[in-house]
């Protein structure tokens, strides 16, 4: 399941529990809106609730970031997994966004937020 809340430039994805592929549509469906009618958008990735997600999940989401990563200035992921973070460094390598991983979500969001432009 997930949540997706929007601040100004930044949206926040929260996943609880097992991060599907009709989760992964939705977001893709959000995300995509933005930027398509409202301009580049930065992205907070809130995993700390994440439990598990489908292999299906991983693939969208290298193909996602190949082919929308550059609508995006700034990625932030919040996890304590190592698996998370080590999935966040491969899909950085499809993007031309700025992408982190942080432990604390407040530090996360407050990166986030910062201007489109910086």
Not at 50 to 79: C, P, Q
Not at 93 to 104: C, D, E, G
């Amino acid at each position: 399941m997930i949540t997706i809340q929007k601040k100004d430039n930044l949206v926040i994805v929260a996943v609880i529990g097992e991060f599907t592929l009709a989760d992964y549509n939705e977001f893709e469906q959000q995300v995509l809106y933005q930027s398509h009618f409202e301009g580049e958008a930065n992205l907070l990735f809130d995993w700390r609730d994440m439990l598990d997600y489908t292999v299906d999940v991983a693939w969208e989401e290298i193909k996602f970031m190949r082919d929308h990563g550059s609508e995006f200035n700034r990625v932030a992921i919040v996890t304590d997994d190592e698996w998370q973070a080590w999935g966040a460094w491969v899909s950085n390598l499809f993007t031309n966004a700025n992408v982190l991983v942080f432990h604390n979500y407040e530090e996360a969001e407050e990166w986030a937020s910062d201007s489109v432009n910086s």
